[in-house]
């Protein structure tokens, strides 16, 4: 509607209305606008009006709106501690997994025979470098006192790896503590996102125990996707598939020491900046750790340090780097510890690395352990017996053919032969899962319930697992089952798979322990045996023998030689 | 200071509310006093995401400078009734003179050293907070006085006119007209739960609706617009409708919670949104979309411009040239340029199509929500070579299905859901008004508002929370 209305001659900024729309303006015409104004002055309203808001409300609604997100902040810790877990996340499992394992391997170590701490336990506590780059059982040979791989993971941070540290010591132990350096910058402001789902799965009391408020402070920083998530890990839960989570790595390959014999992953680890350490004296780490020595002190627990092995960065330390080094040793040296190594000694070629610069490959954790031992025989009272460091042996080890293509010389040295019943003789409360024809030539334990002379897969128990016996016999027989079920009792969880090889395999059966193969390559085919330790859930031993239970190479020992140092 | 922060919620809006009624008990002076204290404080508080904790002095002092010369300018228009259009033109001339040198000098240099071939270095100049907004409610304030509208002339009621937290960054763009009788009442300076119990709906849902929904979106629209690659089909789709509901949710918000601060302090601002995606034809848009900047745009610019008394290509030209400048006013920058001729085209050519059989309902939604989305490409983009990526990509020439995230079946369903949402669900005022606050809307609001608090402590734990996309402006 064109409009030659008197607001049309007016000064144009006079053109308010009470309902202003820019189309009334654009569209239908300044008529409208003036038509508008006229309303709005019939119906009194004052220029410009704004229309209230015409609700209805109850007295209570202000009160019971206040006190709602009170209530809801009231009940949220209690709420969250109760609903929250992450067991569906596969590096909690495994952290889970290896802590079940290392408790019993701790209490297996038996307790500390002299209480000087000259005899009891060794125990290695760090992350998953000291998890991966220690090897507590040659420690254990060498040093001739009981050792644990007492190695986790990093994400863990100091506050939580001292925690249960602690609750695993006693007195007459001796601590080598070998941190990574990045657990040097613990703050306990929040538990993040790597830390948190281990505790609120798995080890709800130690969050009760990290003090009011920063449970508090970590309770409210959960991002509210780990609610839903939650809902998912209460369904695995419920149908027990939990004890399935698949972990990062197979901790059935843990030793009887605790050391993790995985092949990891060659991820190519990128380039390893320096290493720049803080003034940790009066930080949250450096409290932790000193609190960490007065308590491990009051109970007569000796206290070594080393550092942690890691690819070499990529130049030499300078001099802050060497002063951060230096401050970090007289910090540790004021604690009571006794620092054993400089950082350097620990740094090894960054291609005998694995997945991160803290994970070395199997070669690379027998040098480092070969080091770290004779830098401990002097501070444990240890001769070494003839031995040099440049002359090494090793057993059974993947790690033999990567030495090699890097020149070290290998030489076998001795090999052990033994039959079926000779080699099982150890293994007096273990489960065996058996898997072939056997023609006879079997142990006592397994004879009585093995038939001969035709195909079987079975799990057989010894010692107290004897009421174990699954047997199952036909040329295409199979066993799918995990080792909970197996043995009915709350053990560490493996899942265990004896089924018929794939064709070319040139074998008749395998059996998959966390889907893995553990039968040997190049074994005869006959009978293929794995061991398993029951009460911690890993596999011992593994061999293959004739189908009449004869002799077969069971372990090798090779001498190791360093390549020679270049001039 | 940000409505969407915690030092806003938890501290600073219960001790300016428990300060301001305290000084009302005493005396009115002292509350409007109070109020002004608390929005200069609420102005100069350092931005959160800013790299120093300092207080931002410099843009307090501009505003305080922009306040006490629009006063004076204001006063001698009102005292001096012979040189009122010399000290109108002044005023506005030097408010859009301040506004143009912060907002648009570099803008301007870089363009001019683009056409000269020199290069420039530019200015070092910090946009400050709410400057469109705080301009052009002071030239509304000018002319309003030119026009005899404005008679009220007390400094302290007029200083929080200007600077009345809620309205402050982000609009409402007031008159002056609209809040000092508001600021004059006694009524107004007493607790009155009819106003704070639909102000505590608005400030919850709008908190709602920036916190949950879109922050929400914003990482789906940030993935598609500032990838290096150009989008293709799918891609470009799910970004550009990411955008719109961020954009929808985020002002949406912004007004709700203005709206609920307001009332909180027994003042009704503006309605500045109307369920805009709702809209069956462009000027219909404009409608609902941003009202307040609307009504200003028609009232002091394209009314003097002509408006629509000059004839049809005149008045087609008015129309073009107020979206430019609309689209101006939003930023320094060709998108938005492009982005306010593109709407004063849509303009003029739903003019052109005047009185014909319009479309039925349906197909009018749709078609002018698809222009408005197409608007929003150009809007958001971080270039115009950008915007052109985007476009590409939407009509498919960058090929059907790129490299999607995991993530964008759930991005659909949630994108789906939300424009179900804006299509049939009532708006907060509607949800308002028509429901009755009791308490068990109360239990449903305080959960909400829980929630909300959670969702701003995790965003800010994992440095995702955002300011909102008018504070910009």
Request: net charge positive.
């Amino acid at each position: 509607m064109e409009v030659a209305g008197e607001s049309n001659r007016r000064p144009l900024f006079l053109a308010h209305t009470g309902r202003c729309s820019i189309i009334a303006a654009m569209a239908a015409g300044v008529g409208e606008i003036a038509q508008q104004v006229l309303q709005s002055q019939v119906a009194g309203l004052p220029h410009c009006h704004v229309p209230p808001i015409r609700s209805i409300s109850t007295r209570r609604f202000g009160w019971v709106w206040l006190l709602t997100p009170l209530a809801w902040t009231l009940a949220w810790p209690a709420l969250s501690l109760l609903w929250l877990n992450r067991y569906d996340h596969g590096e909690s499992a495994f952290i889970h997994a290896l802590y079940e394992r290392k408790h019993v391997v701790m209490e297996r170590k038996g307790p500390p025979q002299v209480a000087d701490g000259s005899g009891g336990r060794l125990v290695v506590v760090g992350g998953s470098a000291t998890l991966t780059g220690i090897d507590a059982a040659l420690m254990e040979a060498k040093l001739r006192r009981p050792t644990v791989n007492y190695g986790v993971h990093a994400g863990l941070r100091l506050d939580y790896l001292l925690y249960r540290a602690k609750q695993e010591l006693r007195a007459g132990d001796t601590v080598l503590f070998c941190p990574e350096y990045e657990l040097w910058r613990y703050s306990p402001e929040v538990l993040d996102n790597f830390d948190w789902p281990y505790p609120i799965t798995y080890d709800k009391r130690y969050l009760l125990s990290i003090g009011a408020g920063r449970f508090l402070r970590a309770v409210y920083s959960v991002p509210l996707d780990d609610y839903w998530r939650s809902a998912s890990g209460w369904r695995r839960r419920l149908r027990g598939d939990h004890h399935h989570t698949r972990p990062i790595y197979d901790t059935s390959t843990l030793s009887p020491n605790g050391d993790l014999g995985a092949e990891l992953p060659r991820g190519g680890i990128g380039r390893v900046g320096t290493v720049s350490l803080a003034e940790v004296r009066g930080t949250p780490s450096g409290n932790l750790v000193a609190d960490f020595a007065t308590w491990a002190k009051s109970k007569g627990i000796r206290l070594l340090f080393c550092f942690p092995n890691m690819a070499s960065p990529d130049g030499p330390p300078g001099d802050a780097e060497r002063a951060g080094f230096d401050s970090l040793t007289a910090f540790l040296r004021d604690c009571g510890f006794t620092v054993v190594d400089r950082p350097e000694d620990a740094w090894y070629p960054r291609d005998w690395f694995t997945d991160t610069q803290y994970h070395p490959d199997a070669a690379c954790r027998r040098v480092r352990t070969e080091s770290l031992i004779s830098r401990l025989r002097p501070h444990l009272g240890v001769s070494a017996d003839g031995a040099t460091d440049d002359v090494l042996v090793a057993h059974d080890d993947p790690a033999l053919a990567e030495l090699e293509s890097r020149g070290w010389r290998t030489v076998e040295v001795t090999r052990t032969t033994a039959s079926f019943a000779d080699w099982a003789k150890p293994y007096d409360r273990h489960l065996f899962l058996v898997a072939g024809v056997s023609e006879g030539g079997l142990p006592p334990a397994l004879g009585q319930a093995l038939p001969t002379a035709t195909p079987v897969v079975a799990a057989v128990g010894t010692g107290p697992w004897s009421y174990v016996r699954t047997v199952v016999t036909s040329a295409k027989a199979s066993l799918r089952t995990d080792l909970r079920s197996l043995t009915g009792r709350a053990v560490p969880q493996l899942s265990l798979n004896l089924r018929p090889a794939p064709p070319g395999t040139g074998r008749p059966f395998e059996i998959l322990v966390n889907r893995r193969d553990r039968i040997p390559r190049d074994s005869p085919a006959g009978l293929a045996v794995v061991v398993i330790d029951p009460e911690l859930g890993v596999v011992l031993d593994a061999a293959s023998f004739p189908a009449d239970g004869g002799p077969a190479v069971t372990r090798r020992v090779h001498r190791l030689a360093a390549p020679p140092t270049s001039p | 200071m940000l409505y969407n922060s915690f030092e806003f919620i938890l501290v600073f809006l219960p001790a300016a509310l428990l300060l301001y009624f305290g000084a009302a008990a005493v005396s009115r002076g002292l509350a409007n006093g109070v109020l002004c204290a608390a929005s200069l404080l609420f102005y100069a508080w350092p931005k959160p995401w800013g790299a120093a904790w300092e207080w931002d002095w410099r843009n307090l002092l501009l505003l305080l400078g922009s306040i006490l010369v629009n006063f004076v300018l204001g006063a001698a228009i009102r005292r001096r009734p012979g040189r009122a259009k010399a000290a109108l033109a002044f005023g506005v001339a030097l408010n859009l003179a301040v506004l143009g040198y912060y907002k648009y000098a570099n803008f301007a240099l870089s363009n001019y050293s683009a056409v000269v071939g020199r290069d420039f270095s530019p200015l070092h100049i910090v946009l400050p907070l709410g400057i469109s907004f705080f301009t052009f409610t002071q030239i509304a304030f000018l002319v309003d006085a030119h026009n005899g509208k404005a008679r009220e002339l007390d400094l302290t009621r007029y200083v929080l006119f200007v600077t009345f937290f809620p309205h402050l960054i982000a609009g409402p763009i007031v008159h002056h007209g609209q809040l000092m009788p508001q600021f004059s009442t006694d009524l107004a300076k007493r607790w009155n739960p009819a106003n704070v119990h639909p102000g505590l709906a608005f400030f919850t849902l709008g908190l709602f609706k920036k916190v949950a929904i879109a922050d929400g979106c914003a990482p789906w629209a940030t993935a598609v617009f500032d990838a290096s690659h150009a989008p293709a089909l799918e891609e470009a789709w799910r970004g550009a409708l990411a955008y719109t509901m961020q954009l929808y949710f985020d002002f949406s918000g912004y007004s709700d919670m203005a709206i609920g601060l307001g009332l909180l302090f027994n003042v009704r601002l503006p309605d500045n949104f109307d369920a805009p995606y709702r809209a069956t034809s462009v000027a219909d848009f404009w409608r609902r979309w941003h009202i307040t900047l609307s009504r200003f745009l028609r009232d002091y610019l394209y009314i003097p411009l002509g408006g629509n008394r000059l004839g049809g290509p005149r008045r087609m030209f008015n129309l073009f040239v107020t979206m430019l400048l609309g689209g101006v006013w939003h930023g320094a920058g060709w998108t938005f340029v492009l982005w306010g001729a593109y709407h004063g085209v849509l303009l003029v050519l739903q003019r052109l199509w005047g009185d014909r059989r319009p479309p039925p309902l349906l197909p009018a939604r749709a078609l002018t929500f698809l222009a408005v989305v197409v608007g929003w490409v150009v809007f958001r983009a971080t270039s115009v070579e950008r915007a052109g990526e985007m476009l590409s990509g939407m009509v498919g020439l960058n090929g059907l299905a790129g490299a999607s995230p995991s993530t964008s079946g759930n991005a659909w369903l949630v994108l789906a859901a939300l424009l179900v949402f804006v299509n049939v669900a009532p708006t907060t005022k509607q949800w308002v008004e028509t429901r009755g606050l009791n308490a068990w809307r109360a239990v449903l609001l305080g959960t909400l508002f829980f929630f909300c608090l959670l969702l701003l402590r995790t965003n800010y734990l994992a440095q995702t929370a955002s300011p909102f996309i008018y504070f910009q402006f």
